[in-house]
């Protein structure tokens, strides 16, 4: 999560389209964070999820391969995100052998164990890392998973990388979108290589930190899904908030890249701080209004006014407050307390 996406966002107008409720919805689940030095065992969580609340949320986004965690979820029929750190990717991308280590070690044994199955549906190659100075090495990584992938016969996988919306460049309208010219070529060939393997491009949607970073400019309603008429007008596209604004501009930029329209993308992180901030906007209220409002979008509508029938895949941030994550707003986007209980309900 980069609060600087917020300057690019700001400039972002604004979505939900009332033509979209026509189509089925998508899939809402959580990232699973481990910055806390007081959070429950893996076990424990995947019980909690599984158990306690009855695969309400049936997907999990996890940031780094950690053993016990992956080992915990493969007792699961719960839908996993796997993320390759961000500072493994040069090796990553300069390595087949260090990939298919990595992949042997880290995928293999909890795809094909003994002790259940890790329903693995998509790895992402780096978080946030473009743009920046290892961006080069994202793709060639990507395509190293994707092979090794292939040959260890683990199948139906997408491989991805995630982006904020600092890799826009153009955001408003919604149309206009296109990626940051510093990074478009990257971001085209990434884009041309995760369409054609039928995968998504993975994005961070934070319209919090636009209303953060310009309250003059971005509503509170607009921001909490609250708005009852439109906010902004895209040719005949009516958006009502700004999160489908901003996942329409990342579609827009993607099918400028690839020439087809039926690009793909999952929201792999989007969330409100319940806490955190001398700003009245990180309240426990808002962060219940956003991610109620939002949940019941994805679940209920499921798409956008440029794409009415996507069928977005969204992943909350965050399953809890984590207290090694930087103070403030950072370690409030939390479901759930360390020790279970909610701060808001949502999920029950």
């Excluded at 400028?256 to 001398?278: H, L, R």
Aim: net charge neutral; hydrophobic share 40%.
């Amino acid at each position: 999560m980069k609060t600087t996406m917020a300057i690019k966002v700001t400039l972002l107008a604004m979505a939900l389209s009332h033509d979209s409720m026509a189509f089925g919805g998508g899939i809402v689940g959580i990232n699973y964070g481990r910055l806390g030095n007081n959070l429950p065992p893996p076990a424990r969580v995947v019980e909690f999820l599984t158990k306690d609340l009855n695969y309400a949320i049936p997907s999990v986004r996890i940031f780094d391969p950690e053993p016990e965690v992956l080992s915990a979820l493969a007792t699961s029929n719960l839908s996993v995100c796997l993320g390759v750190k961000n500072q493994d990717l040069a090796q990553m991308a300069g390595s087949m052998d260090y990939t298919r280590n990595w992949v042997r070690q880290f995928v293999t044994p909890y795809t094909k164990g003994g002790n259940g199955t890790l329903k693995l549906r998509y790895i992402t190659a780096g978080n946030e890392i473009i743009p920046g100075a290892e961006a080069v090495y994202v793709l060639p990584a990507m395509k190293n998973i994707q092979q090794v992938l292939e040959q260890e016969n683990v199948p139906n996988v997408g491989v991805s990388t995630v982006l904020s919306a600092a890799a826009l460049g153009s955001s408003y309208p919604p149309s206009n979108g296109s990626f940051a010219s510093e990074v478009a070529t990257t971001l085209n060939e990434i884009s041309k290589f995760v369409y054609s393997k039928g995968a998504p491009l993975m994005i961070n949607v934070y319209p919090y930190f636009a209303l953060a970073s310009d309250p003059q400019q971005v509503t509170l309603d607009y921001a909490l899904f609250r708005s009852t008429t439109p906010v902004a007008q895209d040719g005949d596209r009516n958006y009502f908030n700004l999160f489908d604004s901003i996942v329409d501009s990342f579609i827009a930029a993607m099918v400028k890249a690839v020439g087809k329209e039926d690009v793909k993308v999952v929201v792999t992180e989007t969330g409100w701080p319940s806490a955190g901030s001398n700003l009245p906007h990180a309240s426990v209220e808002n962060a219940k209004t956003y991610n109620s409002n939002l949940k019941k979008h994805i679940q209920t509508l499921g798409g956008t006014p440029r794409r009415p029938n996507l069928n977005l895949e969204t992943f909350i941030f965050a399953l809890f407050n984590e207290n090694q994550k930087p103070e403030g707003t950072e370690q409030n986007f939390g479901s759930f307390y360390p020790n279970l209980q909610e701060v808001y309900p949502l999920w029950r």
